[in-house]
């Protein structure tokens, strides 16, 4: 049975309500004390924000290398390691986390984004797609400028 509710937020939406009319009364008086759809996803997504900021400001110090990849690998790769590389800083020390600091490929990030934080810096060091980090600055300047 649908039914429109009026949300905490103010905001009115339709709901599909099912089973014993007890158990409809509940799920409706519930969803009342609750926010709308729009309101939960607006509020996930400012809260993704501000966490993509915090892990943005903690890593702000790393002079990391471009991400290699198609443009979705590329974006989903550097939310990944920026998360990551933020929890690592906090824990460890640059110089271990350096070998995460050299990868480059925005598959490999998002292919290890499950591991450990250990098993992430043991995976680092074996990656074939490591730079040094003269190679990284010598590909960047070498790379033309597009408007």
């Known amino acids: 049975m649908e039914q429109r509710i009026i949300h905490a937020c103010g905001h009115e939406q339709a ?3 099912t089973g014993f009319d007890s158990q409809q009364e509940r799920k409706a008086k519930w969803l009342k004390t609750t926010t709308c ?4 996803v607006a509020e996930k997504r400012a809260e993704e924000a501000a966490a993509a900021a915090l892990s943005s400001a903690a890593i702000s110090h790393l002079d990391l290398p471009l991400l290699t990849g198609s443009d979705r690998q590329i ?10 590389l933020a929890g690592l800083t906090d824990l460890y020390n640059d110089a271990d986390c350096d070998a995460c600091l050299r990868v480059t490929d925005a598959k490999w990030w998002i292919d290890h984004r499950d591991l450990t ?6 995976a680092a060091t074996q990656a074939p797609d490591m ?4 190679a990284v600055a010598a590909s960047i300047t070498d790379m033309p400028r597009t408007a």
């Open 15 to 17: 709901h599909h309500l």
């Open 37 to 40: 759809r729009d309101c939960f």
């Open 75 to 84: 974006n989903w790769g550097a939310t990944i390691r920026t998360k990551r």
């Open 117 to 122: 934080d250990v098993d992430l810096i043991a």
């Open 131 to 134: 730079q040094s980090a003269s």
